[in-house]
T-cell receptor
Framework: GAVVSQHPSWVICKSGTSVKIECRSL??????MFWYRQFPKQSLMLMATSNEGSKATYEQGVEKDKFLINHASLTLSTLTVTSAHPEDSSFYIC??????????FGPGTRLTVL | AQTVTQSQPEMSVQEAETVTLSCTYDTSENNYYLFWYKQPPSRQMILVIRQEAYKQQNATENRFSVNFQKAAKSFSLKISDSQLGDTAMYFC?????????????FGAGTQVVVTP
Protein backbone atom coordinates (compact mmCIF):
# COMPACT_ATOMS: atom_id res chain seq x y z
CA GLY A 1 0.00 0.00 0.00
CA ALA A 2 0.86 3.67 -0.20
CA VAL A 3 3.30 4.92 2.39
CA VAL A 4 3.38 8.35 3.96
CA SER A 5 6.23 9.40 6.20
CA GLN A 6 6.50 12.22 8.70
CA HIS A 7 9.57 13.79 10.18
CA PRO A 8 10.31 14.26 12.99
CA SER A 9 8.29 11.69 14.93
CA TRP A 10 8.63 13.81 18.03
CA VAL A 11 10.05 17.21 18.86
CA ILE A 12 10.51 19.27 22.00
CA CYS A 13 11.06 22.98 21.64
CA LYS A 14 11.15 26.12 23.71
CA SER A 15 8.30 28.57 23.71
CA GLY A 16 8.69 31.18 20.99
CA THR A 17 10.62 29.04 18.56
CA SER A 18 9.36 27.67 15.24
CA VAL A 19 9.09 24.00 14.34
CA LYS A 20 8.82 22.46 10.89
CA ILE A 21 7.16 19.09 10.28
CA GLU A 22 7.62 17.31 6.96
CA CYS A 23 5.13 14.98 5.32
CA ARG A 24 6.21 12.85 2.36
CA SER A 25 4.38 10.43 0.12
CA LEU A 26 7.06 7.83 -0.55
CA UNK A 27 5.72 5.75 -3.42
CA UNK A 28 3.03 7.86 -5.02
CA UNK A 29 2.35 11.43 -6.01
CA UNK A 30 -0.12 13.36 -3.91
CA UNK A 31 -1.64 16.53 -5.30
CA UNK A 32 -3.58 16.94 -2.08
CA MET A 33 -2.38 16.47 1.47
CA PHE A 34 -4.16 17.16 4.72
CA TRP A 35 -2.93 18.25 8.13
CA TYR A 36 -4.69 17.19 11.32
CA ARG A 37 -4.28 17.82 14.98
CA GLN A 38 -5.26 15.26 17.59
CA PHE A 39 -5.57 15.63 21.34
CA PRO A 40 -5.41 12.56 23.62
CA LYS A 41 -8.43 10.28 23.33
CA GLN A 42 -10.07 12.58 20.81
CA SER A 43 -10.78 12.43 17.12
CA LEU A 44 -8.72 14.02 14.38
CA MET A 45 -9.35 17.67 13.76
CA LEU A 46 -8.64 18.88 10.24
CA MET A 47 -6.45 21.97 10.25
CA ALA A 48 -5.89 22.57 6.56
CA THR A 49 -5.88 21.14 3.08
CA SER A 50 -2.67 21.46 1.13
CA ASN A 51 -2.59 21.42 -2.66
CA GLU A 52 0.60 21.24 -4.67
CA GLY A 53 1.56 24.60 -6.10
CA SER A 54 -1.18 26.62 -4.45
CA LYS A 55 -2.05 28.16 -1.13
CA ALA A 56 -3.41 25.94 1.59
CA THR A 57 -7.05 26.08 2.61
CA TYR A 58 -7.45 26.45 6.36
CA GLU A 59 -10.37 25.30 8.45
CA GLN A 60 -12.33 27.83 10.43
CA GLY A 61 -10.55 28.83 13.60
CA VAL A 62 -7.08 27.76 12.47
CA GLU A 63 -4.59 30.62 12.36
CA LYS A 64 -2.91 30.52 8.98
CA ASP A 65 -0.11 32.84 10.10
CA LYS A 66 0.71 30.52 12.94
CA PHE A 67 0.48 27.24 11.06
CA LEU A 68 2.28 27.78 7.78
CA ILE A 69 1.76 25.10 5.17
CA ASN A 70 3.82 24.65 2.04
CA HIS A 71 3.22 22.02 -0.63
CA ALA A 72 6.09 22.62 -3.01
CA SER A 73 6.12 19.25 -4.76
CA LEU A 74 3.87 16.28 -5.41
CA THR A 75 5.54 14.32 -2.65
CA LEU A 76 6.24 16.85 0.08
CA SER A 77 4.15 19.10 2.28
CA THR A 78 5.46 20.93 5.33
CA LEU A 79 3.74 22.39 8.37
CA THR A 80 5.60 25.08 10.30
CA VAL A 81 4.33 26.01 13.73
CA THR A 82 5.58 29.57 14.20
CA SER A 83 6.31 31.10 17.59
CA ALA A 84 5.14 27.93 19.30
CA HIS A 85 3.55 28.10 22.74
CA PRO A 86 2.65 25.36 25.22
CA GLU A 87 -0.95 25.31 23.98
CA ASP A 88 0.36 24.23 20.57
CA SER A 89 1.59 20.99 22.12
CA SER A 90 -0.28 18.20 20.39
CA PHE A 91 -0.06 15.27 18.00
CA TYR A 92 0.05 16.39 14.38
CA ILE A 93 -0.84 13.99 11.60
CA CYS A 94 -0.66 14.40 7.84
CA UNK A 95 -2.37 12.40 5.14
CA UNK A 96 -2.20 12.14 1.38
CA UNK A 97 -4.99 11.34 -1.03
CA UNK A 98 -4.72 8.16 -3.07
CA UNK A 99 -6.13 7.27 -6.44
CA UNK A 100 -9.43 5.94 -5.09
CA UNK A 101 -10.27 8.76 -2.68
CA UNK A 102 -8.82 7.03 0.34
CA UNK A 103 -6.39 8.91 2.55
CA UNK A 104 -3.10 7.41 3.66
CA PHE A 105 -1.79 8.72 6.93
CA GLY A 106 1.65 9.47 8.22
CA PRO A 107 2.72 8.12 11.61
CA GLY A 108 2.28 11.50 13.28
CA THR A 109 4.52 13.98 15.08
CA ARG A 110 4.31 14.63 18.79
CA LEU A 111 5.09 18.27 19.52
CA THR A 112 5.88 19.39 23.04
CA VAL A 113 6.43 23.07 23.67
CA LEU A 114 8.10 23.95 26.96
CA ALA B 1 -22.78 20.22 6.72
CA GLN B 2 -22.11 16.54 7.12
CA THR B 3 -21.93 14.94 10.55
CA VAL B 4 -20.72 11.55 11.66
CA THR B 5 -21.87 10.02 14.93
CA GLN B 6 -20.31 7.14 16.80
CA SER B 7 -22.41 6.56 19.89
CA GLN B 8 -20.23 3.95 21.59
CA PRO B 9 -17.19 5.48 23.33
CA GLU B 10 -15.78 2.10 24.31
CA MET B 11 -16.47 -1.56 23.68
CA SER B 12 -14.89 -4.65 25.13
CA VAL B 13 -14.80 -8.05 23.43
CA GLN B 14 -13.15 -11.35 24.16
CA GLU B 15 -10.74 -12.96 21.79
CA ALA B 16 -12.43 -14.93 18.99
CA GLU B 17 -15.73 -13.18 19.60
CA THR B 18 -17.52 -10.72 17.34
CA VAL B 19 -18.07 -7.04 17.98
CA THR B 20 -20.11 -4.51 16.02
CA LEU B 21 -19.39 -0.80 16.03
CA SER B 22 -22.10 1.63 15.07
CA CYS B 23 -21.82 4.72 12.91
CA THR B 24 -24.50 7.01 11.59
CA TYR B 25 -24.08 10.01 9.37
CA ASP B 26 -26.12 12.85 8.05
CA THR B 27 -25.92 14.19 4.53
CA SER B 28 -28.09 15.33 1.67
CA GLU B 29 -25.54 14.17 -0.89
CA ASN B 30 -26.00 11.07 -2.99
CA ASN B 31 -22.40 10.42 -4.03
CA TYR B 32 -20.07 9.85 -1.12
CA TYR B 33 -17.64 7.42 0.46
CA LEU B 34 -17.51 5.92 3.91
CA PHE B 35 -14.47 4.58 5.68
CA TRP B 36 -13.44 2.87 8.85
CA TYR B 37 -9.97 3.68 10.13
CA LYS B 38 -8.16 1.98 12.97
CA GLN B 39 -5.73 3.78 15.28
CA PRO B 40 -3.80 1.37 17.51
CA PRO B 41 -1.69 2.56 20.47
CA SER B 42 1.12 3.47 18.03
CA ARG B 43 -1.32 6.16 16.77
CA GLN B 44 -0.71 5.21 13.13
CA MET B 45 -4.01 5.57 11.27
CA ILE B 46 -4.77 2.47 9.21
CA LEU B 47 -7.52 2.13 6.62
CA VAL B 48 -9.69 -0.85 7.53
CA ILE B 49 -12.43 -0.73 4.92
CA ARG B 50 -14.11 1.59 2.45
CA GLN B 51 -17.58 1.72 0.96
CA GLU B 52 -18.85 3.66 -2.01
CA ALA B 53 -22.40 4.88 -1.53
CA TYR B 54 -23.47 3.82 -5.01
CA LYS B 55 -22.57 0.20 -4.28
CA GLN B 56 -25.31 -1.83 -2.66
CA GLN B 57 -23.01 -4.70 -1.79
CA ASN B 58 -21.45 -4.43 1.64
CA ALA B 59 -17.66 -4.21 1.66
CA THR B 60 -15.64 -6.98 3.29
CA GLU B 61 -11.95 -7.22 4.16
CA ASN B 62 -11.02 -10.52 5.75
CA ARG B 63 -12.46 -10.42 9.30
CA PHE B 64 -13.89 -6.94 8.85
CA SER B 65 -17.21 -6.31 7.20
CA VAL B 66 -19.70 -3.47 7.09
CA ASN B 67 -23.46 -3.22 7.12
CA PHE B 68 -24.25 -0.25 4.93
CA GLN B 69 -27.84 0.93 5.15
CA LYS B 70 -28.04 3.95 2.87
CA ALA B 71 -31.64 4.88 3.59
CA ALA B 72 -31.01 4.75 7.31
CA LYS B 73 -27.63 6.49 6.90
CA SER B 74 -25.97 3.79 8.91
CA PHE B 75 -22.54 2.24 8.43
CA SER B 76 -21.64 -0.31 11.09
CA LEU B 77 -18.41 -2.29 11.28
CA LYS B 78 -18.31 -5.91 12.34
CA ILE B 79 -15.07 -7.43 13.55
CA SER B 80 -15.23 -11.20 13.53
CA ASP B 81 -12.90 -13.59 15.36
CA SER B 82 -11.44 -10.69 17.34
CA GLN B 83 -7.71 -10.74 17.96
CA LEU B 84 -5.62 -8.95 20.57
CA GLY B 85 -4.11 -6.87 17.78
CA ASP B 86 -7.54 -5.43 17.03
CA THR B 87 -7.33 -3.37 20.21
CA ALA B 88 -7.46 0.19 18.91
CA MET B 89 -9.55 3.29 18.47
CA TYR B 90 -11.83 2.94 15.46
CA PHE B 91 -12.99 5.99 13.55
CA CYS B 92 -15.83 6.15 11.08
CA UNK B 93 -15.28 8.74 8.36
CA UNK B 94 -17.34 10.30 5.59
CA UNK B 95 -16.17 11.95 2.40
CA UNK B 96 -17.70 13.68 -0.58
CA UNK B 97 -15.21 13.20 -3.40
CA UNK B 98 -16.10 16.41 -5.19
CA UNK B 99 -16.09 18.60 -2.08
CA UNK B 100 -13.00 20.32 -0.67
CA UNK B 101 -10.57 17.94 -2.38
CA UNK B 102 -12.11 15.01 -0.61
CA UNK B 103 -11.59 15.95 3.01
CA UNK B 104 -12.70 13.47 5.63
CA UNK B 105 -15.26 14.09 8.34
CA PHE B 106 -14.51 11.86 11.31
CA GLY B 107 -16.68 10.55 14.08
CA ALA B 108 -15.59 10.77 17.71
CA GLY B 109 -14.25 7.24 17.69
CA THR B 110 -14.91 3.99 19.53
CA GLN B 111 -12.21 2.42 21.68
CA VAL B 112 -12.20 -1.35 21.20
CA VAL B 113 -10.47 -3.47 23.81
CA VAL B 114 -9.93 -7.15 23.03
CA THR B 115 -9.37 -9.25 26.14
CA PRO B 116 -7.82 -12.72 26.35
Amino acid sequence: GAVVSQHPSWVICKSGTSVKIECRSLDFQATTMFWYRQFPKQSLMLMATSNEGSKATYEQGVEKDKFLINHASLTLSTLTVTSAHPEDSSFYICSASGLYNEQFFGPGTRLTVL
Amino acid sequence: AQTVTQSQPEMSVQEAETVTLSCTYDTSENNYYLFWYKQPPSRQMILVIRQEAYKQQNATENRFSVNFQKAAKSFSLKISDSQLGDTAMYFCAFMIPTDSWGKLQFGAGTQVVVTP
